[in-house]
T-cell receptor
């Protein structure tokens, strides 16, 4: 596609429920990133994929968070047993190669509210 | 100490003035530096990247990098009300492929 696409754009869920957020990167981009942004803060790194593998998952806050990218394109961020503190904008981004000179392009985000 | 530090602002400048945004970073092996603009409720949009010491100009925007001082800045000349947004400084360091962001500086350009 023309840009990074994320669905849903908005999600309201009850505390304790399971949530999946989907990201479709720019066509041909091998690197895919997930970030989380809270109000008044910059995006916080969660996980980085190079192809199908998670090259760096050091930003995942705990084992309730998991992400997959089975075919090296679309990725799903999965949050189990959601908590109110998980409420944030979840941003997906992609870049063509994942090297230091690459430009990282962001999607419009999935706004998650846990009530 | 946060890895990437920015003054949170808000910073207000009159239309037509120069807006100066500053950023410091703690990781000396950082190699790539980026400025993103984020309008309220929207995603970050890349406006400048810089990799070498010195200045890089693109239209009304100039990025400045001083690796010895671990300092990056963004100048916006002839500021317009449409420049009003949060500006995020981001750094890519060493072997890391992801960006580390500052908390952003909120800029308001007054007409």
């Amino acid at each position: 596609g023309a840009g990074v696409s994320q669905t849903p754009s908005n999600k309201v869920t009850e505390k304790g429920k399971y949530v999946e957020l989907r990201c479709d990167p720019i066509s041909g981009h091998t690197a895919l990133y997930w970030y989380r942004q809270s109000l008044g803060q910059g995006p916080e790194f969660l996980i980085y994929f190079q192809g199908t593998g998670a090259a760096d998952d050091s930003g995942l806050p705990n084992d309730r968070f998991f992400a997959v990218r089975p075919e090296g394109s679309v990725s799903t961020l999965k949050i189990q047993r959601t908590e109110r503190g998980d409420s944030a904008v979840y941003l997906c981004a992609s870049s063509s190669r994942g090297d230091r000179l690459d430009t990282i392009y962001f999607g419009e985000g999935s706004w998650l509210t846990v009530v | 100490q946060k890895e990437v530090e920015q003054n949170s602002g808000p910073l207000s400048v009159p239309e037509g003035a120069i807006a100066s945004l500053n950023c410091t970073y703690s990781d000396r092996v950082s190699q790539s530096f980026f400025w993103y603009r984020q309008y309220s409720g929207k995603s970050p949009e890349l406006i400048m990247s810089i990799y070498s010491n010195g200045d890089k100009e693109d239209g009304r925007f100039t990025a400045q990098l001083n690796k010895a001082s671990q300092y990056v800045s963004l100048l916006i000349r002839d500021s317009q009300p449409s420049d009003s947004a949060t500006y995020l400084c981001a750094v890519k360091g060493g072997s890391a492929r992801q960006l580390t962001f500052g908390s952003g500086t909120q800029l308001t350009v007054l007409p």
